[in-house]
Nanobody, 124 residues
Framework: QVHLVESVGGLVQAGGSLRLSCAAS????????MGWFRQAPGKEREFVAGISWSGGYTYYADSMKGRFTISRDNSANTVYLQMNSLKPEDTAVYYC?????????????????WGQGTQVTVSS
């Protein structure tokens, strides 16, 4: 069983920054690609960013490119999401997840373990 635990999100003003972390249990963390998703009220869960098992390949949803950075520390079993230039439309519950696949994964169905989610609120 894998447990993913996100850090507490928070309230930030538009234009501000926030870093989320996701700690994973188990000894196989470094073998799997990871991703971040988010879900705003009344909307479907959407892909935010993904990272390969080694951290050498990262990819983002178009609206996050240049503002968000995903990274990982396999020695600490942790994946991070650095969010800069935040906008009110970034307000959502953010989830980290483990991918079933070795390659690029942008669909929620391609992820098998999920964290509980953490609220990020961006005020205007």
């Amino acid at each position: 069983q894998v447990h993913l635990v996100e850090s507490v999100g928070g309230l930030v003003q538009a234009g501000g920054s926030l870093r989320l972390s996701c700690a994973a249990s188990g000894r196989t963390f470094s073998s799997y690609a990871m991703g971040w998703f988010r879900q705003a009220p009344g909307k479907e869960r959407e892909f935010v960013a993904g990272i390969s098992w080694s951290g050498g390949y990262t990819y983002y949803a178009d609206s996050m490119k240049g503002r968000f950075t995903i990274s990982r520390d396999n020695s600490a079993n942790t994946v991070y999401l650095q969010m800069n230039s935040l906008k009110p439309e970034d307000t959502a519950v953010y989830y980290c997840a483990r991918s079933r696949l070795a390659g690029r994964s942008t669909s929620a169905s391609e992820y098998d373990y999920w964290g509980q989610g953490t609220q990020v609120t961006v005020s205007s």
